[in-house]
């Protein structure tokens, strides 16, 4: 298999209310609708205080470098719940500060084996008040967690499907305001390469336009 490059791929749907991870899982937004956000970061951190009323999903392949029995913990603002191959192994319904590991769910001891990949999702429900996550692990015997290496984490496998450009959701025709002038931003426009290759567009248009370096 090829995995692509290190990170985790981070996706958002806004307007739902409620601070449990059941209310963003059952809502018609997240069940029927694609992300409103998604974005690459390089791990299973963020801390912020920018928006309310939203859900996300953090998910990546992780690769341990080292065999051995592991415990995960996961903590957030508001409620969080961290899954494994699928299995959900640990949660919390409340809030907890970051990366405060007393106050975290916990996973029970789990084997891994180096070298073999595993997929690792991490999913928050912010409600209201700063947003933020973390996630950490330990081997078995270890006093501390700490956060899982960012060389361990990788955006996702590889295969004939995700080895395309993604791009991010937007519209295909953008009807430019009659009165706007040159210099108006009026359309934003994203994508993503999981094995890092350099994208380029072609945007056809019936008027002048400009296109600078964050897409828009």
Do not use: C
């Not at 928006?51 to 913990?73: H, R, T």
């Amino acid at each position: 298999y090829l995995l692509s490059n290190n990170g985790v791929k981070e996706e958002r749907w806004n307007d739902i209310n409620g601070s449990l991870v059941s209310d963003f899982l059952n809502s018609s937004h997240y069940q029927n609708d694609a992300p409103d956000e998604i974005k690459i970061v390089k791990d299973f951190n963020m801390n912020e205080d920018i928006v309310d009323n939203f859900g996300q999903i953090m998910s990546a392949v992780l690769k341990p470098s080292i065999s051995g029995k592991y415990i995960f913990a996961i903590v957030g603002d508001d409620g969080t719940q961290l899954n494994l191959n699928g299995e959900k192994i640990a949660y919390k319904k409340g809030w907890g500060s970051y990366q405060k590991w007393d106050s975290a769910g916990v996973s029970s001891p789990i084997s891994l084996n180096a070298g073999e990949i595993y997929s690792i999702d991490a999913i928050l429900k912010e409600h209201g008040g700063a947003e933020q996550v973390s996630v950490g692990w330990k081997m078995v015997g270890e006093d501390t967690f700490k956060p899982i290496p960012e060389s361990e984490l990788f955006i996702e496998k590889l295969d004939s499907q995700n080895i395309k450009p993604q791009f991010n959701p937007h519209s295909t025709l953008f009807e430019i305001p009659s009165a706007s002038a040159m210099g108006d931003k009026v359309a934003t426009v994203g994508a993503f390469d999981s094995q890092g290759d350099t994208l380029s567009y072609k945007i056809i248009g019936s008027v002048p336009f400009g296109i600078d370096n964050n897409g828009t």
